[in-house]
């Protein structure tokens, strides 16, 4: 069975960071590019970062270019989202997706596995 499973949320002040995780199970992790992605109460779900299968490839939204950092750990099935200087305009729940791909989309829609998802709450 597949799964999933993000931590590492929480609540941070404004300029603070945390790094969240998303361990897998129940599939081959290193056939999967994943991606992260969040959604704020009353919007869309929207891109933040993504990773290729084999870590070497990367690319970032422009509202966290400079600030987040995706990484993956092929031999812990988990990838991570560093998270600094972090604005209140990044509060959100917090979603890992992985598809089996080399590269992920930028669009939530093509992504075959989800976290349920953790929340980031930045205060100023």
């Known amino acids: 069975q597949v799964h999933l499973v993000e931590s590492g949320g929480g609540l941070v002040q404004s300029g603070g960071s945390l790094r969240l995780s998303c361990v897998a199970s129940g599939f081959g992790f290193s056939d999967y590019a994943m991606g992260w992605f969040r959604q704020a109460p009353g919007k869309e779900r929207e891109f933040v970062g993504k990773?290729?299968?084999?870590?070497?490839?990367?690319r970032y939204s422009d509202s966290v270019k400079g600030r987040f950092i995706v990484s993956r750990d092929n031999h812990k099935n988990t990838w991570y989202l560093q998270m600094n200087n972090l604005k209140p305009e990044d509060t959100a729940v917090y979603y890992c997706?992985?598809?089996?791909?080399?590269?992920?989309?930028?669009?939530?829609?093509?992504?075959?596995?989800w976290g349920q998802g953790t929340q980031v709450t930045v205060s100023s």
């Open positions: 997706g992985a598809v089996r791909t080399f590269f992920a989309s930028s669009s939530p829609t093509p992504y075959d596995y």
């Open positions: 990773i290729s299968q084999d870590g070497g490839v990367t």
